[in-house]
């Protein structure tokens, strides 16, 4: 069974930093193995969505799957649940939700609740499972101060406006249907009646007197936002044929995951932050390549880098990326494993957010055509063998190395 | 009067082959003429159909004269009918034909009827032009074991199955509908009575009589697959306002010349082998271009190698064609002709299938743009001033480059 390991460092690419002598992150770092896989494999530039788009986390990896995001992105709301265990079935509303802390006249003083660290889960009891018209409310606490919410029951919609005001100092939204059906506005009010029971109820709950107690602010309120309805999307082991996995410590990759039918299992220490355990990751990888075709695997820190414009935090830790590939790549090699290290887009330092910069892309296996690109980075890999392609396209040459794609035509 | 020629190296682009030092076959060959060429010219990479999608040779070269076989595509039966020269109506359904050997119980000794070589017409006589429930059944012999057939009347369908099983020692498949219409329906039960028709007329036939005298398998039943209905296409001559021609040996590539309103001829000598007579080919190339604007001719040997796994084969094949080149290459100087010289998909030896990788491209003409690649092959057309482009996107190109595309706006 031929298999293929995807190792996407988030938000890696980058753009010209002066103080690099205006090279990328990427460029200045010192990565031999990286280099190694540049120079014995081929290489490409990737415009992960298309020329020209800003790709998101969740729709760069639907497109790294082989699909596109434009027919069957389901929303923020979903990929959280989904990354977060809820078993969605089509039909269900789910939405990502912040505990907050508002005033007696519902006025929002802290959007983070005081950065609540814990105690989450036994505020979430409060309201897991209650029925409103008819209609079941699923209530699951995440990191530090999120939240999903799902709603399930007949004739409900997406097209709702969030309850969060995303600034504070002003009071919690009314929810109002965005149109005029019985859907939308069964479902406005539904959440209206939910924000006001869990503002009652955790008003009251033990841990909000604790808190005040230590001079924290109570998680007294939930703010909602990035509502989207769950909907049938075709299993990837039905559409391309292959048994996927991705191992990431942000939920919304999990999430896309689990949208296409992977297994996207929480590993243990893998945290989304720079302090996640790279190697804990790598033995999931490896443990997984045991019975799936495709393994993806995320490391998010660089993205955090460029979200705080900070590129010689991003420098280092591209470098640590690279020390622990090292392993990966022995793997890949004793055990005929095409393995492919890239980006899911690039968050420029100088920008502080995604942008569409394409990113570098290197890939080495059994056969791979060998271009004559000697290092990885983003100037590098513009003449690579690969050309210019898109997330789509990567996965389709992909599945053609690891023969399971499909002739079209004679 | 600008007109370009369009040289295709059948299945030419190759991955790494670990005895040419992981250099691919057109790498590793010496070829003067085609780095000639791409010194000169203009180069670039090529997915053919689009990134990460394998394509067919048909597909490909739909691709190439600027038909979306997404919306073209009618299957293998019409174009290896167009191929052998039927000319196919709107609503003919069409079938690839094995002359196969079954025994008393209909149960399939050889799928190729003891690879019969000689024969064929007196037994395609037999069936051809004969009616059933008012339908006209055309019946030609193509080359060794191989026969196209065309059902020609009202209602009928290609959603019927092979009676092919694609295995030996099991009886022949009877065709059924492969969905509820009265037209599927009607064509199944026509194949299904042609067979016994053809299998009782052949086994009394005076060949079979010989070929079992001389001990050799007698092919005394037909087995079908591939069905495809004919469609109306729109001639190139109308959508493009151009003339165009292909010179293939494979039946299929001249089947999309036809399938598009394209001159078509079988040309002595070209065998779609690797005894296929080059200079013939090129000889014909010339002829056409006195009354056509593009030109495709399509050498089929490379792809040969590539299906059997030789990769010094199809590196020795690639000098030959290059040494044939120079007569091509002078012409075109000469004469102000473009010279397109390209690949219609990779087959790697390694794969001894096509597959997605990209295939290299360079381009030679009167006013095309010089770029600073200086030899022909995959690692070096990643740098060419053509970038990446699809099938479609050179088809483009080249219509601009001798006049015949129009401007999109103002």
């Known amino acids: 069974m031929k298999r293929a390991i995807i190792f996407i460092m988030d938000g890696a690419g980058d753009r010209a930093i002066k103080e690099f002598g205006f090279l990328t992150p990427i460029e200045a770092a010192s990565t031999p193995t990286l280099d ?15 020329p020209g788009i800003i790709p998101g986390s969740d729709t760069s990896h639907m497109n790294l799957f082989g699909y596109d995001p434009k027919e069957y992105y389901p929303g923020r709301g979903p990929l959280e649940a989904l990354g977060e265990g809820i078993d969605l079935k089509p039909g269900d509303v789910a939405f990502r939700v912040n505990f907050a802390t508002v005033d007696d006249n519902m006025r929002i003083i802290d959007r983070r609740a005081g950065r609540i660290k814990s105690g989450t889960e036994e505020l979430a009891k409060l309201i897991d499972g209650i029925e409103i018209d008819g209609v079941e409310v699923i209530f699951k606490p995440s990191v530090q101060h999120r939240a999903v919410l799902v709603l399930r029951g007949e004739d409900l919609s997406d097209r709702v406006s969030d309850s969060d005001p995303h600034i504070e100092g002003v009071p919690v939204k009314k929810v109002i249907p965005l149109e005029e059906t019985p859907e939308a506005k069964k479902t406005a009010k539904i959440l209206n009646e939910l924000i006001m029971i869990a503002h009652e109820r955790f008003s009251k709950a033990e841990i909000n007197k604790k808190r005040k107690e230590k001079g924290l602010l109570p998680a007294n ?9 769950m909907r049938y999307v075709e299993p990837i082991e039905k559409r391309y044929r292959i048994r996927g996995a991705i191992v990431s410590g942000v939920a919304i990759v999990r999430g896309v995951g689990r949208l296409l039918g992977m297994e996207a299992p929480k590993v243990k220490g893998a945290t989304g932050d720079p302090n996640t355990n790279i190697d804990a990751k790598i033995d999931a990888v490896i443990e997984l390549l045991k019975d799936h075709d495709v393994v993806l695997v995320n490391i998010k820190a660089p993205d955090v880098f460029g979200h705080d414009g900070n590129p010689i935090g991003k420098k280092k830790f591209i470098e640590k990326i690279d020390k622990h590939m090292r392993r990966l790549l022995d793997y890949a090699i004793e055990n005929n494993v095409y393995l492919i290290v890239t980006s899911d887009h690039s968050t420029p330092c100088s920008k502080r957010d995604h942008s569409s910069d394409p990113v570098p892309l290197a890939a ?3 056969d791979v055509r060998v271009d004559s690109v000697e290092k990885f980075g983003e100037r590098f890999a513009a003449f690579g063998g690969l050309g210019t392609i898109t997330g789509m396209g990567l996965f389709g040459t992909i599945l053609d190395w690891i023969d399971k794609a499909e002739k079209f035509g004679a």
């Open 221 to 229: 309120i939930i703010l909602t936002r990035g509502a989207g309805m």
């Open 36 to 50: 190694r896989i540049a120079k014995n494999g081929i290489n490409g530039l990737m415009y992960t969505v298309g």
């Open 364 to 366: 080495i296996g059994p």
